[in-house]
């Protein structure tokens, strides 16, 4: 097959509908052309996603239920008419409540409901502390997310003036957003953001690009923070680097520095900065995981023990939200010479009560400038002998029915090595 | 799209014997994918829902003639479908042609209760549904059902009375000509 029969076959083949099915998918791995038109083709799809959800109200049934009355093929019965003028007689606890409820129920709906029409997909979920709001593109009221609550392509997400919030990406990103920032959520390595300002974490490897009215900020692992306003755009890089492009040019800015464009501008060239300055806003700092041994060489078959250290850097207590029906964990990740990664799973040894709004949550808290050390057995390495890597990631939770993606830690530690060696 | 559920096939059979609790439980399983279809031509709420109403009224009136050879489903929106092209046609003769992507946009742009800022003008979803709104009708419709609707190119064939192969390339070439209208948004290719 060659590349313009690949390109008029290949939306059917996404779709599993094309008969030349192996052919378009042997030509794309071979085909770095093909491969990027792919992938402009996913991200076009993705895009349409984000509009025209669609909920009928209960007015067509209404109109069908009267219609059968008057033909006698039902009883005629009352039909409830200005309930939505109701929230105007409640005091104002009482809607913030019903918000709650009826944000909590949709997103209970959201996450359980399984219709056989195809659903936007699952791109992240609202971070454990702060609070942010999410609104379909299409519609135009918002809704204050629950942590944890799941958010789908084409969702708008906003802040407060005040408030700030976070949020975790399907990609392993996380964000944190500043108080009055507005962004919409496309797929997992892509956001565009209308104004406000964000600090991204993206680990070594993982691709980003946060898009803004005056150019795209483009990253491979690294953190930093955009600020959007009135058409201009300033990003400041913590670690790693970025590249920032528009249609006028582009530069790229390393770790210290700050740059900042407008629209319809080149970018500016980067200067020197204090990040620290940058990211005061963020809403938790992370914790630092360290993990030790009880030895560098274990015999094949043999238990070895782990000490984790947790520290709080920051001034302020830390505490780490679990949402009801999800279990803080500790988790050691084990890489053998042979096989992939095995996982080990301990049960968090400090937790605290639950909240008031979800009594079912578990909290983990960690007092400034403390460390908090455990001790805990690893199982028998029975593997073959070789090099292991052992690492310990600080907080991972599953929640039922959650997508695969959550199921992995926040923060994790530096691998540690350990050679295990035949047994005798 | 959806398997033909073997218990859809008897509900529209009751509802043909006259009962309306077998049709209020079609509705409840296709009322929203028919809704949205009818929104996604229309841009349109009011209109979607009058047009999603009368399309159930013409399943509960013409049940009887269901005659099993497509899914229950691919029929409801043959008679979806062929509703709105009334109503469209009907539009387009008294009003010049129909004015929904101004409506579309207005929508878009309705400011949110909470949080209070302002959404800049230039609103992405209202740029997406402009460019679905510059298709081609019988274009639209096919990327539609495809595309939102998840339903197979066979289906859409049926539901539209065209053979596979033109709902094949008019949805290729939509998907072509969106691609094209977004690429503003499209360069930014992920770094890896």
Known sequence: MNCTQVADEL?????????????VYAHLNDCPKCRELADRMGRSLALLDSVGDFEPSERPWDGIRRALASEGAIPPKRLTRGRFDLHKRLPSTFKYVAAVVAAAAAVALLVHSRTPWKERQVVASAGTSGNIHVSLASEGSWELLPPGGLLRSGDRVATTRRGAGQMRLSSGVSVDLNSGTVLELFDPSYLYM?????????????????????????????????LAE??????????????IRNAKGHVTVSAGQAASVDKGKAPRAPVATDPAKAIGWTLEPEPKISLALSGSRVRQGSKLTAEVTVVNPKAEPMSIYAPGGVQPFYMFRIT???RGSSWVQQASPVRSASTARDPQAATISIDPGSRHSFKCSLPKLTAAPGEYTVSAIYYAYRAEDAP?????GTIESSPVKVEVTEAR | MASDDPSDRML???VGGGDATALEELYRRYSKPVGAFLYRMSWDRELAEDCLQEAFLRVWRSARNFRGESK??????QIAKNHWLNVREKQSRHAGKLEVAGAARAEALEAPTEPPQAIESKELGAKVRAAIDDLDESHRMVFVLAHYEGMRYREIGEVLGVPVGTVKSRMAASERKLRNALAHYLDAEVVR
Do not use: D
């Not at chain 1, 209308?194 to 991204?200: A, D, I, L, Q």
């Open chain 1, 230 to 243: 009135r058409g201009s755009t300033r990003v400041t890089v913590v670690e790693g680097s970025v590249e």
């Open chain 1, 404 to 408: 695969e993606w959550l199921w992995t």
């Open chain 1, 11 to 23: 939306l059917a083949a996404r779709r599993g509908e094309s008969e030349r099915q192996s052919e």
């Open chain 2, 72 to 77: 229950v489903a691919t029929w409801i929106f």
């Open chain 2, 12 to 14: 529209l059979g009751r």
């Open chain 1, 336 to 338: 053998g010479p042979r």
């Open chain 1, 194 to 226: 209308h104004t406000g300002e964000v600090y991204v974490v993206a680990r070594p490897g993982t691709g980003f690009t946060v898009q803004t009215e005056s150019a795209k900020v483009r990253v491979t692992g690294t953190r930093f923070t955009v």
